[in-house]
């Protein structure tokens, strides 16, 4: 029954396709009248609450199909649950450039599900856009030309905060907590890189923790009793909440960085304690929806809108859904920008020519930027203090692309 | 002979008479085995690549399942956790190509061999629990593994993975990698299988299927019960590794989160789908386990796991002996048919 229906389905699908394959003789994935565009994410399992990224992005190609589509062609996206396993997104994106012809595959998200397709995207010479990932290695366009990540990646999380440390916070003895993991070292590596000779120096004690541990209360003992009057904390939320807690409650009142990933008021804030949780230091790069001061922010209503209409059942709490939309629009500015030339390498050199590009729910004065030796279209944040109900923002943007 | 004795032997007799006519007569069994092998070797010829990747997935599965049903079916012992062993067979051959160049083919039966030491030993503490208290230590195990690869992450790539490069076709052979690697592991997967059809049908699987009907019988009849359960746990988790490596091969990627908790149940999901204590039961399991969580999906993008759920509700309904006992059961009343 099963495979009948697949052999019916291919020879319709052969059916179909062969007269525009012959019409539009470039790159799969492109007709007169569509451009074919392939994604996974987590819809099911551990990593679900990510999924609504996936389900933004499709209601905002919605929006612009109904407003015309991108030079007369509309998008169809097609995204399958990959439920965070890296052998069923190897399954789903070979199924997507295989047998359904997208044109690319964009926004794959995590570090393993992309990791497992990295090789397979670019020695099939098909477009891996603007990974849902913080890891640094996305960013390689001499090893990897078909990959591009989005986001600030982790390093240079933490080089903004060692410019920020070098600037502003004289004998600094800095006590560092992270996983002990690729994600941990990726943003210890960044905040050393950034503090350059004076790393030795100033960090007085590294603390790691493995994701298996039940707490990380005998690290932050250990890191008080360092004497640091700095902590950087690189956990994910579970170990964050209990580490900004038990600071707080042994009394250890340190200048406090949390790395972005555990910046959720809902999510790590409010379990550490919102007391305790007073002048945690972090890194922004988007509008946080929650943040009354962007409550007549043009973008911010623009976004609004388009949840009410697009996607109704989405959380306007989750940042997330400010996520997904805010890339979506940078893959539309890569289609509109390759015109008629909608070749898979086409896309990669518009992907790769990025200019001062704004989104408009991306921070004020933001910008992306990338070329063909920068794939990393993501490189300025600022730095937000939280008041005790939200984060506020207190510093100029850093621009990570220019630390070395 | 006294006349308890006649009837017991008669009694037996007609037991067996009834178990045979159950069973499908062995010339329709081998010409059901010729078309599925016939149809498993054109497949790959006719099907696009992402397709062969599929089946050779199927494959894989096939093997493990088999693995977890000679424990599980045949044995009586429940495992949650043969998702560690697949896991373990998968580090094992990405670990010797990548850190140690080792050719690909050498390492599936190392990675056999290192399982079948593992799960041998780990079936000796087993031996003390039974049913569901081993069903939880099993659980434990699998939710341990992964974290244990994670740890040692100079030789395992810590939460990265390693990544491995697809085999290609040997001998010039005018196929493609995908088309290779799907022989290779039905060859492999052959192998096993009537490796596994020879070990159950003789003594040895007598000795383990008696242990399951009953263990007090079984000992009395003069079987090392310990030595068997220990054995059957070592094999079974040698041919779930040995599918953990094939799967390493056709993914060319290995990382923890390959191996989740979900793994293990949907290896017992399989063979109980397939049909526990059949053979054939395996590949059905394998079937259901590759392609019904996709079509689940094509049905609704929304909640696919409720309509993998009812799937799963219906298949138990209908066939509440799995894929294999209900085709057992429709060639039974084929042939009573005619008569009444």
């Known amino acids: ?26 790159d799969p994935g492109v007709t007169a009248t569509e451009i074919k565009i392939g994604n996974t994410n987590p819809y099911s399992g551990p990593a679900s609450a990510y999924g609504t990224i996936g389900k933004a992005i499709g209601a905002y190609f919605k929006k612009v199909n109904e407003e015309g589509g991108i030079n007369g062609r509309k998008i169809n996206f097609i995204t399958y649950d990959d439920a965070y396993s890296p052998p069923k997104t190897v399954e789903m994106v070979r199924k997507l ?50 990959t591009m990540g989005w986001q600030p990646n982790y390093q240079t999380e933490g080089k903004i905060y060692a410019a920020y440390l070098l600037k502003n916070i004289p004998n600094a003895k800095v006590g560092i907590l992270y996983q002990n993991d690729d994600y941990g070292k990726d943003y210890v590596k960044g905040f050393k890189d950034g503090l350059g000779d004076a790393a030795k120096k100033v960090i007085v004690m590294e603390q790691t923790y493995e994701v298996t541990d039940p707490t990380v209360d005998s690290q932050i003992v250990n890191l008080k009793n360092s004497g640091a009057n700095v902590f950087f904390n690189v956990t994910t939320p579970k170990f964050a909440a209990q580490a900004i807690k038990k600071a707080f409650e042994i009394g250890w009142k340190p200048t406090h960085f949390v790395n972005n990933v555990s910046a959720s008021v809902g999510a790590v804030l409010k379990p550490a304690g919102l007391e305790a949780s007073q002048g945690l230091i972090t890194s922004q790069y988007l509008k946080d929806p929650t943040d009354p001061q962007w409550k007549n922010d043009k973008a911010y209503l623009d976004w609004l809108a388009f949840m009410k209409k697009y996607y109704p059942d989405g959380d306007l709490t989750d940042g997330g859904n400010v996520f997904g939309y805010s890339v979506a629009q940078t893959m539309v500015q890569v289609l509109k920008q390759c015109g008629n030339d909608l070749s898979r390498a086409n896309v ?34 600022r730095l937000v203090k939280f008041d005790g109900k939200e984060w506020v923002g207190f510093s100029e943007i ?7 | 002979m006294t006349a308890e004795q006649t009837a017991s032997a008669e009694a037996l007799v007609a037991a067996r008479a009834a178990a045979r006519s159950a069973e499908l007569p062995r010339a329709w069994r081998l010409a059901g085995l010729a078309v599925v092998l016939a149809t498993a070797c054109v497949l790959p010829l006719v099907l696009t690549g992402f397709l062969v990747f599929q089946f050779t997935l199927v494959l894989v599965y096939a093997i493990a399942l088999l693995g977890l049903n000679m424990l599980t079916g045949f044995n009586g012992q429940i495992s949650l956790g043969h998702g560690a062993f697949y ?9 010797m190509i990548d850190r140690w160049h080792v050719p690909y083919a ?36 699998a939710l341990s593994v992964p974290q244990i690869f994670k740890y040692f992450d100079e030789w395992t790539g810590g939460s990265q993975g390693i990544v491995l490069s697809k085999p290609k076709p040997p001998w010039g052979l005018p196929i493609s990698a995908d088309q290779w690697l799907y022989y290779f592991t039905l060859a492999v997967m052959i192998i096993l299988f009537v490796l596994g059809w020879n070990l159950l049908r003789g003594r040895t699987g007598r000795a383990i299927m008696a242990i399951r009907d009953n263990p007090i019988a079984a000992e009395a009849m003069g079987v090392n019960n310990a030595l068997y359960k220990s054995l059957t746990f070592g094999v079974s988790a040698c041919y779930t590794g040995i599918a953990g490596a094939l799967s390493a091969l056709s993914i060319a990627f290995v990382a923890p989160d390959t191996f989740n908790i979900f793994l293990s149940i949907t290896f017992l999901v399989g ?6 204590g059949s053979i054939s039961g395996a590949i059905f399991g394998a079937l259901f386990t590759q392609f019904v969580p996709n079509y689940a999906q094509d049905i609704s993008k929304a909640a696919p796991w409720a309509i993998y759920g009812i799937f799963l509700i219906l298949f138990m309904y209908v066939m509440p002996r799995g894929v294999a006992g209900a085709i057992r059961m429709l060639w039974r009343l084929a042939r009573q048919r005619p008569r009444g």
């Open chain 1, 398 to 404: 850093y621009d990570g692309s220019k630390m070395k």
């Open chain 2, 87 to 95: 896991a373990l067979g998968a580090y094992t051959t990405a670990i």
């Open chain 1, 97 to 146: 450039v295989e047998q359904d012809q997208v044109l690319l595959v964009f926004q794959p998200l995590g570090t393993p599900s992309n990791s497992s397709i990295h090789k397979y995207m670019n020695e099939q010479q098909v477009p891996q856009l603007f990974v849902a990932t913080g890891a640094t290695k996305w960013n390689d366009p001499k090893g990897h030309p078909w």
């Open chain 2, 271 to 276: 063979i109980v789908i397939g049909g526990l």
């Open chain 2, 106 to 141: 050498w390492t599936i039966p190392a990675a056999g061999v290192v399982c079948l030491v593992v799960g041998f030993l780990f079936g000796i503490p087993a031996l003390r629990l039974e049913g569901i208290y081993l069903a939880l230590a099993t659980f434990a195990l």
């Open chain 1, 348 to 381: 990669m050199k518009q992907a790769a020519n990025l200019k001062d590009f704004e989104v408009p729910m991306l921070l004020p004065g933001i910008k992306i930027n990338t070329s063909p030796t920068d794939f990393a279209p993501i490189e300025q944040e």
């Open chain 1, 1 to 26: 029954m099963r495979s009948k229906n697949t052999f019916l389905a291919l020879a319709l699908t052969l059916a179909l396709a062969l007269p525009y394959g012959m019409a539009w003789a470039a």
